[in-house]
């Protein structure tokens, strides 16, 4: 996906995705703890992930991040979504 990312918004754009994925990937790690046996509200008969609960947009330069409106985080993981979502993609 990232060479797509990378012809549609360019080099850093591509470059920033990847790190939000991986970072993604880590907080999965990080609260696996909670993700643990729940089954996902988005695939039937799947286990939940945290990428499911995560909706992004791209508009005019600014990358935006939220939850979905059926998404039933707590606190303390959306808040590091959010920490990281600032982190990587905040103007430099």
């Known amino acids: 996906m990232s060479d ?3 012809i549609l918004h360019g080099k850093e754009y591509a470059m ?3 790190k939000f994925d991986e970072g993604i990937k880590a ?12 089954k996902s509200f988005f695939f ?7 990428v499911h609960h995560i909706m992004s947009s791209y508009i ?6 939220g939850f979905h409106r059926n998404s039933d985080l707590p606190e303390y993981i959306r808040q590091d979504v959010l920490d990281l979502a600032e982190k990587v993609w905040r103007p430099n």
């Open 27 to 38: 907080l999965q790690e990080k609260h696996s703890d909670y993700f643990k046996g729940r």
């Open 44 to 50: 039937k008969d799947s286990p939940e992930e945290l």
């Open 16 to 18: 920033r995705d990847v």
């Open 4 to 6: 797509f990312n990378e």
């Open 60 to 65: 005019n330069n600014v990358k935006r991040i």
